[in-house]
């Protein structure tokens, strides 16, 4: 695991976990993370939108063990050492979660005014507002994700058949998700992130832990890079940027 150089522990106010250990399995072929978009690969595009709002964050790199060499030597080329560290992340995503806040805690990074943001490295896209708008939010609440609502008909599954659902009371959760460190903290106390399979980001995590989540707008082009065409769609608007 990487270790910070002279980077100050009472220093830390905004953590970025680029999380990024996925195989990308539907999309095939090289891992989507090492894929480029425009001039960089996907792996280094949030992080350097978010060091454009926060220039003194610091960034945690997880990264999966069989590319864990090759994300490295790109995160190492994006970002100044003493705002680097990166971690092993797991099988999950919750596990990759798990292993940030451990070594976080282990090195006493995480203060109880600070912000940890975890972002999907699959959204590359994410835009400057979106982020602040998220860890400012956690900042004054607690714990902030952030979203868009639903654009297609929703049907709900039931023991006879299925049922018609009003879209207009339901989001499309998106990342960064952010958590003010008193409450990771006393969360992780209580039960890690990879505690259940129901966890599947940070805001159920933090929910089910007993702390309240608020819900913030996202963009519609922080969009999820799983497949071939939305790679396509992405490559389509960092052009038209």
């Known amino acids: ?13 905004v953590i970025w976990v680029q999380l990024a250990a996925g195989s ?3 999309l095939g072929g090289t891992p989507k993370q ?10 280094t595009h949030a992080i ?6 926060y220039p003194d964050g610091l960034v945690v790199g997880v990264l999966s063990l069989t590319h864990y060499h090759r994300g490295k030597r790109l995160l190492e080329k ?3 050492p003493a705002q680097l560290l990166v971690v092993a992340g797991g099988a999950e995503r919750q596990d990759s979660t798990t292993a940030a806040i451990a070594r976080l805690k282990e090195l006493e990074l995480i203060k109880p005014e600070s912000v940890v943001a975890f972002h999907d490295a699959a959204r590359p896209l994410v ?23 639903v654009r297609f008909s929703l049907r709900r599954l039931t023991e006879t058949g299925s049922e018609a659902v009003p879209r207009r009371l339901y989001w ?26 129901d966890f599947t980001d ?31 769609l992405a490559r389509l608007l960092v052009k038209s940027a």
């Open 202 to 232: 940070e805001g159920s995590w933090i929910e089910s832990a007993g702390y309240p989540v608020t819900l913030v707008a996202g963009h519609p082009n922080n969009l999820k890079i799983t497949y071939e065409s939305d790679l396509l």
């Open 78 to 80: 994006a970002i100044p």
């Open 34 to 43: 090492f894929r480029r978009l425009g001039r960089k690969p996907i792996l």
């Open 172 to 197: 499309e959760i998106q990342t960064p998700q952010a958590i003010r460190g008193d409450i990771l903290l006393a969360a992780y106390e209580k039960l890690p992130p990879n505690a259940h399979p």
């Open 48 to 53: 350097d939108t978010f060091l454009s709002v």
């Open 1 to 13: 695991m990487g270790v910070l150089r002279g980077y100050a522990s009472d220093f830390v106010k």
């Open 127 to 149: 835009p400057a507002e979106v982020i602040k708008r998220t860890i400012t939010t956690a900042q004054e609440k607690g714990a902030a994700v952030c979203g868009w609502p």
């Open 24 to 26: 990308g399995q539907r």
